[in-house]
Every structure is written in structure tokens, then in C-alpha cells.
């Protein structure tokens, strides 16, 4: 099942980035005692009660003129567009004020589940200073301390109770599901046009003309795929981020429903350190990744070029060794043709099984070639391995002492495992355990 979005919306300065930080199990916010300290939305996961879900933090509403606060608004409203539940943040020391008024006739407009949490109650006898929240109108009320995770347990109750039951309609199992991430403007309106030889989505010069994540399901060679192209940076008109922001989320979507990743590059633009955050995700997701260079027409070129941009993209995407690169330029077609055996590949490669008789000789041939080196006068013995899971393909390895598998030994296995079978495009993760 698709991950519910749950935002975290407020005026400045009720302790929002706290409750933030609790509920995804780590420092990712600051927290400063500062209005406006959280400029953008911040964006993690959560689980509550075996729900996973996307957490969105926000910088406070604020009904100010002054443009930086008229950023943030635009910006909370933004994650309010994006959430399936909204979590409202007042401060129960100061009681109901008229930012919070304001804020909640924000929220009456978005027509979502809202889940109220009265923050600072860091006492049983505070509990009197909330009743006053009633006469915002969205039904109870939950006290909460963020700085001490009073509370926090009733409020995420009720904010699960609001995610749909149902499971989301999937595709077939034969079906192979991609889509394209990328910085604005590197052509992924325009790939997504090419594959599909029609005009299907709108394509623009200007970054961020795609308004929502559109699936497009189609047959090529008789593979039946669906590709997911992402929303670009702006919807309706609105304005989502500026030029060089990425809507995340909405990336982070494409990439849980998908098998193969396409990290679309802009030849023209070179690698930009966005790349690497946003082909970041994809990796952390596990998913099958194929390198895209669009734009290729537009470079100009001798014997060099492709070899040279290779070991640039090598060097910049150290964490994709495992994935393929395809030059192609979109608006010409020139090379489109190559792009779906890599993505064929890369699938198999995510689903593959491998015969556990024939991995083991493949580890004990490693194991003898280059035995793991003796750590503290201990040394590490391999006694043997299964696969436990695919998509990514992970592996089980039982040794003797787990802390003795060093990284480097891990990354070692996995290059002999990837020499023997061949896993194009896709992760593989080894998991070391004692034998028992």
C-alpha cells in the first residue's frame, strides 16, 4: 500500500520541528526557540501502530506581509495540498490566539482530516489551559509536550485512524512499473512524450510545468509497463517552489510505487549536486536505478566525450556503480531506442532468485580466494548464505560473529555475487547474522 502523508502545520513557534523530530525518531529539524527557524518543508517517515508514513514538517503560517513570512505561508500551504492528514500545533502557554484563528480557517479550506494537539502541556495540571482550543472547531482536543513525548501516543492513534483501510488497486504482477526523477527541466515531460509516441503530457521550456504524478500504462515488445512521470514544481497556476527546488514528495511517491528508477540527467547543464540528493532517494528506496543522460544532441562531441561524462558521472555517483548509463536526447528521438533493454534488465535484475547450492559455492569460492582479515586476533568464518528477498535482492550471511564483517567484506561478497549472476541496475543488500 501506497504511504499516507501526514503535515505538521502551525503559526511560528509552537514547537512544531520538536513534535517533528519525535515522531520520526530523530534530530532532522532545528529547533530553535525562534520564530521562522523552519524555512522550507522538511520531509522524513514515520510509523505509528504498523502504519508507515510520509511526515512533512513546515515553517509556521504566518499572515505577515513581509515576504519571507509569505514564503513559509506558501510553503505550509503547499504540505497541506500534499497531506493526506494534517497535525495543527498550537501552544497551550499562550492559549487560542488570533494567528491560530487564522490558521484554522487555512485548514477548513483544505476539506482534510485534521488532528488538533495542544503542545507545551509538559504537566498533568496544564491539562485546565486547553479547553479554550475547543472553539477552533475540530472536534477534540489532544495535549501533548513535544520536548518531553508526553501524549504524542493518543495523538498519532487518531491521526491513523484517518488513513484509508483499503489497498491500493495494483498493477499486474508482470507489469513493469518506472518512473523518471530529476531536477526541473532536464526533460522528463519530453522523455515520457518520446517513450510513448504522443503528446500526453504538456512539455515546456519553463521548469515545473507538470502539475501531478501521471501514470501512463502501455505495451512495448509485448512488455506491459507503467510509466510515472513526477509533478514538476508547480500545480493550478500556484507557484510550489522556486526554480531550482524539487517537489520531493511527490519524487518519493514515484519512486515507493515503482521498479525501475530513471535519474534523468541534463547533458547541456552537466551534474549539479541536486542530482545527487534526488538519485539519493532512489537508492535509499532499494529501487532499480538506470542513469539518464538527456539532451545528448545538444553536447557537442568527439571520440572523448562519452567516456569522459561516464567517469564524471562515476565519480560524482559512487553510491550507483551498479547502474547503467543511456545517452539519448528526447526531443530528437536519437537513441530513445536503447532505453528499454536497460530497463527490461534492471527489472530482472531487481526480482531475480538465486539457487542457494549455487550461491554458496560462489561464497565459498570468495571466502577462499580472500578470507576476511583477523580483527582484535578474531577472524570472521563465513559458514553460508541464502537469499531472503527480492526487490532489492537481499541476502542472508551466517557467520561466527556478525561485528566481525566489516564493510569493506560486505562490498567484497557483493562484488562476487554481482561477477556470478550479473545483477544490472539494481541494489543488493547482505545482512550478516550468527549462525545459531
Not at 499572515?63 to 495540498?81: T, Y
Not at 490566539?97 to 487555512?106: L, M, Q, R, W, Y
Amino acid at each position: 500500500m501506497m504511504k499516507r502523508t501526514v503535515a505538521i502545520v502551525g503559526r511560528p513557534n509552537v514547537g512544531k520541528s520538536t513534535i517533528f523530530n519525535r515522531i520520526a525518531g530523530e534530530r532532522i529539524s532545528i529547533v530553535e526557540d525562534v520564530p521562522g527557524v523552519t524555512r522550507d518543508r522538511i520531509y522524513s517517515s514515520g510509523e505509528w501502530l504498523t502504519h508507515e508514513f510520509n511526515l512533512i514538517d513546515t515553517g509556521g503560517i504566518d499572515l505577515s506581509d513581509e515576504p519571507f513570512l509569505e514564503q513559509i505561508r506558501q510553503q505550509a500551504e503547499i504540505a497541506i495540498d500534499e497531506a493526506d492528514v494534517i497535525i495543527f500545533i498550537v501552544n497551550g502557554r499562550e492559549g487560542v490566539t488570533s494567528a491560530d484563528e487564522e490558521v484554522a480557517k487555512i485548514l477548513y479550506r483544505s476539506k482534510k482530516p485534521i488532528v488538533l494537539g495542544v503542545n507545551k502541556i509538559d504537566n498533568p495540571d496544564m491539562r485546565s489551559d486547553i479547553y479554550d482550543f475547543y472553539s477552533l472547531g475540530f472536534g477534540e482536543v489532544y495535549p501533548i509536550s513535544g520536548s518531553h513525548g508526553i501524549g504524542l501516543g493518543d495523538l498519532l492513534d487518531e491521526v491513523v485512524s484517518h488513513f484509508p483501510t483499503g489497498e491500493d488497486k495494483p498493477y499486474d504482477d508482470d507489469t513493469i512499473k518506472f518512473s523518471l526523477i530529476g531536477r526541473p527541466n532536464v526533460g522528463k515531460s519530453s522523455l515520457v512524450n518520446a517513450l510513448l509516441g504522443e503528446e500526453r503530457v504538456i512539455v515546456s521550456d519553463i521548469a515545473g510545468t507538470t502539475r501531478d504524478a501521471v501514470d501512463s500504462p502501455y505495451t512495448y515488445n509485448g512488455q506491459k509497463y507503467v510509466l510515472i512521470d513526477t509533478a514538476g514544481i508547480r500545480k493550478r497556476g500556484k507557484v510550489y517552489e522556486t526554480t531550482e527546488k524539487y517537489s520531493v514528495l511527490r519524487a518519493m511517491r514515484a519512486i515507493e510505487r515503482s521498479d525501475v528508477v530513471l535519474v534523468v540527467l541534463n547533458a547541456e547543464e552537466g551534474i549539479r549536486e541536486q542530482d545527487k540528493h534526488i538519485a539519493g532517494y532512489a537508492h535509499e528506496a532499494g529501487r532499480a536505478v538506470v542513469i539518464v543522460v538527456n539532451k545528448w544532441d545538444a553536447v557537442e562531441k568527439d571520440e572523448k566525450t562519452m567516456s569522459e561524462f561516464e567517469e564524471n558521472i562515476r565519480s560524482h555517483f559512487q553510491f550507483l556503480d551498479y547502474a547503467p548509463i543511456v545517452y539519448l536526447s528526447a526531443k530528437t528521438k536519437k537513441r530513445i531506442h536503447t532505453l528499454m533493454p536497460f530497463i527490461d534488465r534492471a527489472s530482472e535484475s531487481h526480482s531475480m532468485r538465486v539457487q542457494s547450492s549455487v550461491l554458496n559455492d560462489v561464497i565459498a569460492d570468495a571466502v577462499a580466494m580472500n578470507p576476511a582479515p583477523a580483527d582484535k586476533g578474531k577472524r570472521l568464518r563465513v559458514y553460508y548464505a541464502t537469499q531472503v528477498a527480492v526487490k532489492p535482492p537481499t541476502f542472508v550471511v551466517f557467520v561466527n560473529e556478525p561485528e566481525l564483517m566489516h564493510f569493506s567484506y560486505i562490498r567484497f561478497l557483493e562484488n562476487r555475487i554481482r561477477d556470478a549472476f550479473v545483477f544490472e541496475g539494481t541494489p543488493i543488500h547482505i545482512i550478516a547474522r550468527a549462525r545459531k
